[in-house]
């Protein structure tokens, strides 16, 4: 059976499809080359903490930037960072076929969190100029919570599905034992990503509201989904 007849051929096109699908979308708003270096800044500080905490097993906290910037910044620039920043950081860890997969996942997961940020504050910026940013216990909750168990059963499994390319799946059942396999991995992903939403939330969001500011950035949600 050839790349194409496996279906992994399509699944791979389909990826890209999705990726592009974002990446058109967001050129479709004309961004500001202010906007256009904050998103390269949030892109390179996720690679730098992937770098530093690759030491660290369990542990990462990239997952909750890409979270934090979804909810600041819309479902679009989440998509962006979560996407890039997979690519950028793997040519430090290494280019495959799962880079598509990995970068998939991360985008679906702060697009997911711009939908978070419109269904808990409807159209309301959170960042705004001279304004502290406050998150209630509810809105920590709703952020834990949801993050939580995105990684657990959207994202983490999507990222999991690269190792068809590794190993090959023969039947139902082992898909099922590769997806378990992962699940110690996506569970400390999301345990990390909780953490340092709960601990780190504020300051982030506090100096992203700085560097938004300084550089002029107009953060208009009315034509993001």
Not at 23 to 37: C, D, H, K, N
Not at 155 to 166: N, Q
Request: glycine residues 8%; contains cysteine; aromatic residues 18%.
């Amino acid at each position: 059976m050839n790349f194409w007849q496996s279906g992994q051929g399509v699944v791979l096109a389909f990826l890209v499809l999705i990726n592009l699908g974002f990446y058109f979308a967001y050129e479709r708003t004309r961004p500001s080359s202010g906007e256009l270096i904050l998103v390269a800044d949030l892109c390179a500080f996720c690679i730098a903490l992937r770098s530093i905490f690759s030491f660290v097993p369990y542990f990462n906290p990239v997952m909750a930037i890409i979270c934090l910037s979804g909810i600041a910044l819309g479902s679009l620039r989440g998509f962006l960072i979560g996407s890039l920043s997979a690519l950028l950081s793997n040519f430090i860890f290494g280019q495959g076929p799962w880079t598509l997969y990995q970068m998939t996942s991360w985008g679906i997961f702060g697009a997911i969190f711009g939908f978070v940020r419109r269904f808990r504050f409807g159209r309301n910026k959170i960042l705004q100029k001279n304004k502290a940013v406050n998150f209630g216990i509810l809105d920590y909750c709703v952020f834990c919570i949801s993050s939580f168990l995105v990684i657990i059963f959207i994202t983490g499994p999507i990222a999991d599905l690269s190792s068809v390319f590794m190993f090959g799946i023969d039947n139902v059942k082992s898909l099922f034992v590769m997806l378990a396999g992962g699940f110690a991995f996506n569970l400390g992903l999301a345990l990390s990503t909780v953490v340092t939403i709960l601990f780190f939330s504020k300051p982030f969001l506090s100096a992203l509201n700085r560097v938004i500011f300084r550089l002029n950035v107009n953060l208009l949600f009315h034509s993001q989904f």
